[in-house]
Nanobody, 125 residues
Framework: QEHLVESGGGLVQTGGSLRLSCTAS????????TGWFRQAPGREREFVAA????????FYANSVKGRTSVSRDSAKNSIILEMNSLEPGDTGRYHC??????????????????WGQGRQVTVSS
């Protein structure tokens, strides 16, 4: 069974930067891409970004395009998420997840699976 372990996050100021990493072990290779979704209190899960392991194709939510980058480290079996120009609306718990379905509009959070506990990101005003 696959396990996803996240690291990073914490408290940042508006306009600051964020870096999260996700290390996978025991991969099943049955998902199309690996990336992140986030969830804030009282909000639904929101896709952020993902990357395909085979070809390296990237996917971004429209709300974070232009200030977000997702990359992979095949040797370490890790996924890296970097975000700039953070806003209070970026506050939430970020979860690393495997996605089964992706398109240019992003990846379907309803067709995802995550074993990570997530990392809290709080953006102060």
């Amino acid at each position: 069974q696959e396990h996803l372990v996240e690291s990073g996050g914490g408290l940042v100021q508006t306009g600051g930067s964020l870096r999260l990493s996700c290390t996978a072990s025991g991969r099943t290779f049955k998902y199309y891409a690996t990336g992140w979704f986030r969830q804030a209190p009282g909000r639904e899960r929101e896709f952020v970004a993902a990357i395909n392991w085979s070809g390296g194709s990237t996917f971004y939510a429209n709300s974070v395009k232009g200030r977000t980058s997702v990359s992979r480290d095949s040797a370490k079996n890790s996924i890296i998420l970097e975000m700039n120009s953070l806003e209070p609306g970026d506050t939430g718990r970020y979860h690393c997840a495997d996605f089964a379905v992706c398109s240019q509009d992003g990846c379907d959070v309803e067709r995802s699976d995550s074993w990570g506990q997530g990392r809290q990101v709080t953006v102060s005003s």
